[in-house]
């Protein structure tokens, strides 16, 4: 599901960057925070690939990091209690 909704704001994709995500988080989401996003994503180049970095299933909560041709983005997810996304947020990677 991360990777999902990671790949179609890559692709700008709002109705897909929607899809696995609960009403109130889906009620922030803009197509300008997504093509935000998207450019950001952009200037990293080719999408090549996603990792889980940590989980605490207990707690809902899911690292993952998103890898492009010149950089990582960090990709924290909060999934709720229906397993749908509650939180996304996308920032910097630091090794």
């Known amino acids: 599901l991360a990777e999902q909704t990671t790949r179609a704001v890559y692709a700008v994709d709002i109705d897909a960057t929607e899809a696995g995500m609960d009403d109130d988080l889906r009620k922030q989401v803009t197509r300008a925070s997504v093509g935000d996003l998207s450019d950001k994503m952009h200037a990293l180049g080719a999408y090549q690939g ?18 492009f041709e010149r950089g990582i983005l960090a990709v924290d997810v909060r999934l709720d209690s229906t397993g749908k996304i509650g939180a996304y947020r996308v920032s910097p990677a630091t090794r």
């Open 50 to 67: 996603f990792k889980q970095t940590s989980a605490e299933p207990a707690e809902g909560r899911y690292a993952f990091e998103a890898s």
